[in-house]
């Protein structure tokens, strides 16, 4: 079990490794998505390797023993998660091995290979990619980190949203992307514990409803096929941690299509001068697209969650 007190002692021990980032308003702008009321954006595309993924892979490593760090560290990611996995290796200056499926973009396979990782396509999508990561650090005696599954990891997610309370403790509702659903997961136990009466909604892209055909089963579902072509978005599961955090604190999760992130990724871009991957852009496409209608009055935080050249396309 995940608790509060976990996320803080998460967010004392990353403090000197990752940024504390902006929660600006989007206010004065020609095209604003939500005119009745306030808009914010917490901005992790801002964070140590371009997305949120640097707090709870930092976490995980600041967690380990020094043989597990010298033993070397593997996963699998769609990008992001891999970013924070090589951050962490360069931190601790221990090897770094990532898995990637080959829809990654070749952008965030060059980045990983600059900060010094080993990088593997395997496979269409990330599930198959993380099969091949877990039977190498088995075979190698390899530390893995899980991307969305661990609850050190979770813990570290959560922290951004100990930040958002802190810049705006009556926010009302989150919006957050959805991949497997480790941010999710510590976003919303954070702030149910916190601030119980905000509302948090969940953005899955239509084309890999994960979390979406779980919560309708009641259980977790392997999805048969993914269409999205947002690696950072696509697990065919979840697991049962996220899911039982999701079904507990979570409100909603709405579905977007690729078109509706990217042409929210050059809102972001034109509007904000932000340059996000799509996923960055999942939870304001939920706003722009109306799939998220909030009431008047509200204070809504959304999540740009990650940093890309998507809308530069």
Known sequence: MITVEDVRMAAARIAPHVRRTPLVSARALKDNPYPDGELLLKLECLQATGSFKARGATNKFLSLTEEEV??????????????????????GKTKATVYLPESA??????????????????????????????????????TYFHPFADPVVIAGQGTTALEILEQEPEVDDLLVAIGGGGLISGIALTVKALRPAARIIGVEPTGAPTLSASLKAGRVVELPGITTSVATLAALKTEPINLRIVQRCV?????????????????????????????????????????????PGRKVCALVCGAGSDALR
């Open 105 to 142: 973009s070749p952008e965030k396979a060059k980045k990983l290979a600059d900060w010094g990782a080993r990088v593997v396509f395997k496979g269409r999508v990330w599930d198959e990619a993380n099969r091949e990561a877990l039977a190498v650090a088995e075979r190698e005696r390899l």
């Open 251 to 295: 409100e909603d999760v709405v579905l977007v299509t690729d078109d509706e992130m990217r042409e929210a990724a050059r809102w972001l871009w034109f509007e904000m001068g932000l340059a996000t991957d799509l996923s960055g852009a999942a939870a304001l496409a939920a706003l722009r697209g109306g799939k998220f209608r909030p009431a």
């Open 70 to 91: 010298q033993r070397g560290i593997i996963t699998a990611s769609g990008g992001n998660h891999g970013l924070a996995t090589a951050y962490a290796g360069w931190l």
